[in-house]
């Protein structure tokens, strides 16, 4: 797939301030939608993002645990909160908070939602971290072992839960995420 031959440069794309990254999928993840700024800030035009899996602009610093979390979240019925880090068609990367949210017609489930906000400095230091310690527990124990060990660290953080864990700390840090906003 295209992403798998994207190199990342290393070089952090900026994404700032108010604006907001958007998409829509099917039920299974294909792009249905993007708004002007996705197509700015990931520099993949239109008709490479339409009818493609949403991991075209997966980055591969991202642990598969992080996609697992948020799919089962979703197909669960509950919308998921999470730390994104994204590559760019020409490998640099932007970091984002994601909320995704199902996609209602007439009652029934059609697809999702995502709505991407800048991610505050202080949380792409905490994701960077995280993310590099699931990667490795993901290598070396299994992607159960990856999940146990975050859903340990959120309890020991005092969470209830992932969601409240990514809600609380991105509003802690919110409103320093842009500096132009
Ligand atoms: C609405 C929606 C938005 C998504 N947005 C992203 C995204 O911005 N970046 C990403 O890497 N995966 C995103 N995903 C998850 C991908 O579908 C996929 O699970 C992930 O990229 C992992 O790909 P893989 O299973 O091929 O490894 C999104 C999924 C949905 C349903």
Do not use: C
């Amino acid at each position: 797939m295209a992403h798998q031959t994207i190199t990342p440069t290393g070089r952090e794309k900026p994404f700032t301030g108010d604006r907001m990254i958007v998409s829509k999928t099917d039920l299974r993840g294909t792009i249905t939608y993007v708004n002007r700024t996705f197509m700015e800030v990931s520099e993949f035009p239109y008709t490479e993002l339409i009818g493609q899996p949403h991991n075209i602009i997966r980055h591969p610093d991202m642990p598969r645990t992080a996609f697992r979390h948020l799919w089962k979240t979703i197909q669960s019925g509950e919308e998921w909160f999470g730390m994104v880090k994204n590559i760019s068609a020409n490998g640099d990367h932007y970091w984002v908070f994601a909320n995704v949210t199902t996609d209602y017609r007439d009652g029934r489930a059609i697809g999702y939602y995502s709505i991407r906000r800048p991610l505050p400095e202080p949380l792409k230091q905490l994701a960077t971290e995280l993310y590099a310690e699931l990667r490795r527990i993901e290598t070396a124990e299994g992607m159960d072992a990856a999940e146990k060990w975050l859903m340990d660290q959120v309890e020991a953080a005092g969470f209830a839960s992932y969601r409240d864990f990514m809600l609380q700390t991105y509003l802690k840090h919110a409103g320093q995420a842009g500096g132009e906003a």
